[in-house]
């Protein structure tokens, strides 16, 4: 081998082992990211906070506080559109007076107070607002429009 063909030989050992070093260097970055990040993931579900726990674990537990959060989250959604549809009808009650007018003109009272049929309150007591609101409609229903006896 001459001179020149070993200082090519070097010169590529030499970039090779280059080559070899920066690959090295940022296989053990995603390395450590990887290992950071199953890190913050396990001290983000509340029952493996800084605890040890293994990655199929971390991923195991993670995947079901997931679901758990979704699930409330679907609840409390529903809970806010409840909310507002009792809002909407406590402000058509306040707006009304307290009682609300049947498309015939009979009054239907949202409390109690003996305006609508004794029917109607046994049905009104056992629901919450939005079971009122639904009750009114099927007292409404079962009213009727008045007929001359009634008027």
Not at 41 to 60: F, G, H, M
Not at 67 to 90: C, F, P, W
Not at 124 to 133: C, E, R, S, T
Request: glycine fraction near 8%; proline fraction near 3%.
């Amino acid at each position: 081998m001459s001179d020149e063909e070993r200082d090519v030989d070097i010169e590529s050992d030499g970039e090779e082992a280059d080559k070899r070093a920066h690959h090295n260097a940022l296989e053990r970055r995603r390395r450590d990211h990887i290992k950071y990040s199953f890190s913050s993931l396990r001290d983000a579900v509340p029952s493996l906070q800084r605890e040890k726990a293994s990655r199929a674990q971390i991923l195991k537990k993670a995947a079901d506080y997931i679901q758990t959060m979704r699930r409330k989250n679907t609840a409390h959604l529903q809970d806010i559109e409840d909310l507002k549809r009792q809002n909407k009808l406590l402000e058509d009650q306040r707006r009304f007076g307290g009682a609300l007018l049947s498309p015939w003109g009979r009054k239907v009272s949202l409390g109690g107070g003996g305006t609508a049929p004794s029917h109607f309150y046994g049905a009104a007591k056992a629901v919450d607002v939005l079971g009122i609101y639904i009750s009114w409609l099927v007292a409404l229903d079962t009213l009727g429009p008045p007929t001359r006896a009634a008027t």
